[in-house]
């Protein structure tokens, strides 16, 4: 079964907060979600480091002799590192590694 876990950007603080495992979801929903918040949820998986792959995460792999980097993203029917129009399938996510967050680190996107 699929664990279901989430953190919040939170605009005014610049911070992000994870959901203690201690706090009901719904308490961490409702203290914490808010317009002034962006919610994001745990995917399931791990990247090479055994680091928790968030929803817009930015996970670097190699494809051959090239380094793709891009944000984890819901795409279809799974979680996919998107960028621009088109999804790169990253064949075993255990090959990728979280370099850091949209909210955190934008210019890891050149953005």
Same mark, same amino acid.
């Given at each position: 079964m699929k664990e279901i876990r989430f953190r919040a950007w939170f605009n005014s603080m610049?911070?992000?907060i994870y959901k203690d495992d201690n706090v009901h979801i719904s308490t961490f929903l409702g203290k914490y979600v808010t317009?002034?918040?962006?919610?994001?949820?745990? /995917? $399931? =998986?791990?990247d090479s480091k055994g680091i928790d792959i968030y929803e817009n995460d930015i996970?670097?792999?190699?494809?051959?002799d090239i380094?793709?980097?891009?944000m984890v993203s819901w795409y279809?029917?799974?979680?996919s590192p998107f /960028? $621009? =129009?088109?999804?790169?399938?990253?064949?075993?996510?255990?090959?990728c590694e979280v370099i850091g967050n949209i909210y955190e680190n934008k210019e890891l996107l050149g953005k």
């Open positions: 610049e911070k992000m317009t002034n918040s962006k919610l994001m949820q745990f /995917t $399931g =998986l791990k996970v670097r792999w190699k494809q051959g380094v793709v980097q891009a279809l029917f799974g979680w /960028t $621009g =129009l088109s999804v790169i399938p990253i064949p075993y996510y255990k090959e």
